[in-house]
Each structure stands twice: as C-alpha cells, then as structure tokens.
C-alpha cells in the first residue's frame, strides 16, 4: 500500500469479503479508491473466483467485475500458466507475468520487474 501511496492509483479490490480468508485491512478498498489522488487503474483480484463473481450481482443485474476494464497484464504468482477463470473477457488480450513464487513471498523487486517486461512486449491486441 506505501508503493500506491507514492505513485498514486485508482485501486479496487474484489473478492468475496464474507470470507474468513479476505483481509480485513483491504475491505476500505473494494469500492474503486483514489490513492494519493488517484491515476492508474490498479484492480486486486482477493478470494476471488468467476463463480462467486457471476453470483453475486450487481443491483444493475451485472457482476461486480462489470466496473473492470480490459486487462494489460496479469501478474501469476505460483508458476502457474493459465487463466483459471480470471475475468475472461477482460483478460482476453492481457499478456501474462509468471512468477515462480506465491504471493506470500512477493518482493518489492517483483512488481518493477513485471512492469519492466511490460515494457517490451508487443501490444497487437490480437492484429
């Protein structure tokens, strides 16, 4: 949360919150908050599931990861290489980050690192 703090985004954090395993710390954030005064779309994906998220329905009749636009990059921790439900229209075109580690042991080097193999891939979005 410092790093967001000094960088500033527009953070939100989905998931099912009446689990036991969702931290309380980050139920502040599961409305879109402007951090430092806003900037970057940041959405943190905790507890959560293409299931429970068709589940639980908006008042509007659409899921709650209908506020969630397309998706540049996911960051997979655990080494794993596949989607496994994760927002799958919005991540159609996202490139995938894998790391071999799980989040738990996520460094503060991990994130810089993952944006800097952003950088230089080549964004075709499917052309």
């Not at 139920?27 to 299931?51: A, K, Q």
């Not at 042991?105 to 964004?123: G, H, N, R, T």
Request: glycine share 10%; aromatic share 14%.
């Amino acid at each position: 949360m410092e790093l967001l703090k000094q960088e500033g985004a527009d953070l939100l954090v989905m998931g099912n919150t009446e689990s036991k395993c969702f931290p309380e710390a980050l139920l502040p954030y599961t409305t879109r908050t402007p951090v430092n005064g806003g900037g970057i779309l940041l959405n943190f994906l905790v507890n959560y599931g293409w299931e429970w998220n068709l589940s639980h329905m908006c008042l509007d009749g659409k899921p709650f990861s209908s506020d969630i636009s397309r998706v540049d990059m996911v960051i997979r921790w655990g080494g794993m290489r596949r989607l496994s439900g994760f927002l799958p229209i919005q991540s159609v075109y996202a490139d995938f980050y894998v790391i071999d580690h799980y989040w738990p042991d996520f460094s503060e080097q991990d994130l810089p690192d993952a944006l800097a193999w952003y950088e230089k891939q080549d964004i075709t979005l499917g052309g």
